[in-house]
């Protein structure tokens, strides 16, 4: 589908964005593309991020149509741009690019008839709400219900589990197996496995990838609140509660009865001890190792994890320590 971007542009122009520079009437876009590849029938963006190659950027792309951060066009003050392209400044770019799509590429547009692949395994009892999507050899369980729009991958097992509205599961991902938990008997020394009679509750709106395992309760539940995004290759154990808007990010393993609060992002390959919890608005850091509870907005790193400005100082001192040790580089 082609878009004249004339039609682009008056439709940002109605959502009060700036528009600066010329519009070329005979451009047509069909896509967006990162802008060090997009070409002239591409919509692309610009954002902080690039800040420093952004002028190049700028006059080498090929594309005609550049969202282009807000805080980027004052500090470069960008009275004059390449000839024939045109500038859509924007509060967040990123979020335009979404709208964009939303409103002329259908991203995103649910599948209101809903589809199940003749292979899925679905038990007799399982509540399906309207609008769900089960893909190929997926299996759903006795005793689950799938809200309105659900999307479930296929490979993907759910048992013991209630899906709201809108969630989406990805390929080959576990939802509602048994925890790893075991308590080791004293007349024999033996592990026995303790009982789980709790359910997976994931709330709407909820994204979950692909590769992922999230457990069912013991005796309690196992609590995905509304707008949580997990991604691929992630451990969710038993008991676990994750907050509202949170996301778990790839290789993350979060262990049995952790508490995240909302609004927490959990960098990849981090660890989170059992029974931690971790406030809301809390950052754990890339590969961080979490065994003690985290403070609200607090910024954990390293391992063991610590507050960012003690890891920043550990850092600090070690570089000292290595340059006492070694003498000053040379020249």
Not at 11 to 38: H, K
Not at 48 to 61: D, I, P
Not at 185 to 210: E, N, W
Request: glycine content about 10%; overall charge negative; some cysteine.
């Amino acid at each position: 589908m082609m878009i004249p971007i004339g039609a682009i542009v008056a439709w940002f122009d109605g959502r009060r964005n700036q528009i600066v520079g010329e519009i070329d009437d005979s451009v047509q876009i069909f896509a967006p593309r990162a802008i060090a590849e997009a070409k002239n029938d591409h919509i692309t963006f610009a954002t902080t991020k690039v800040r420093k190659e952004f002028e190049s950027l700028l006059h080498s792309t090929e594309s005609k149509l550049i969202l282009v951060d807000k805080q980027l066009f004052t500090d470069f003050n960008l009275s004059a741009i390449p000839a024939g392209k045109t500038l859509i400044v924007s509060q967040d770019p990123k979020a335009d690019i979404i709208a964009f799509c939303a409103h002329f590429l259908d991203f995103q547009k649910l599948e209101e008839t809903g589809s199940i692949h003749a292979s899925a395994e679905i038990a007799a009892d399982v509540i399906l709400g309207k609008g769900v999507n089960i893909g190929a050899f997926a299996v759903i369980g006795q005793g689950c219900k799938i809200g309105d729009y659900a999307t479930i991958g296929s490979g993907t097992s759910i048992n013991n589990a209630e899906l709201g509205r809108y969630v989406e599961i990805g390929t080959n991902s576990a939802i509602g197996g048994t925890g790893f938990g075991y308590a080791k008997m004293k007349d024999s020394d033996a592990y026995t496995q303790f009982p789980h009679y709790g359910r997976v509750l994931i709330h709407d709106c909820v994204s979950i990838g692909s590769n992922t395992c999230i457990d069912r309760g013991s005796l309690s539940d196992t609590v995905i609140e509304e707008g949580v995004k997990i991604d691929n290759l992630v451990h969710i154990a038993h008991n676990v509660k994750i907050g509202r808007n949170s996301l778990v990010i790839a290789c993350s393993m979060v262990a049995g009865s952790t508490v995240i609060g909302e609004n927490c992002w959990i960098a990849p390959s981090s660890t989170i001890r059992n029974a931690v919890v971790i406030g809301r608005n809390a950052t754990v850091g890339l590969a961080a190792t979490v065994t003690k509870d985290v403070e609200e907005n607090q910024t954990v790193m390293g391992s063991p994890g610590m507050d960012m400005a003690d890891f920043l100082d550990l850092r600090k001192a070690q570089k000292a320590a290595i340059t006492a040790l070694r003498g000053s580089p040379k020249e």
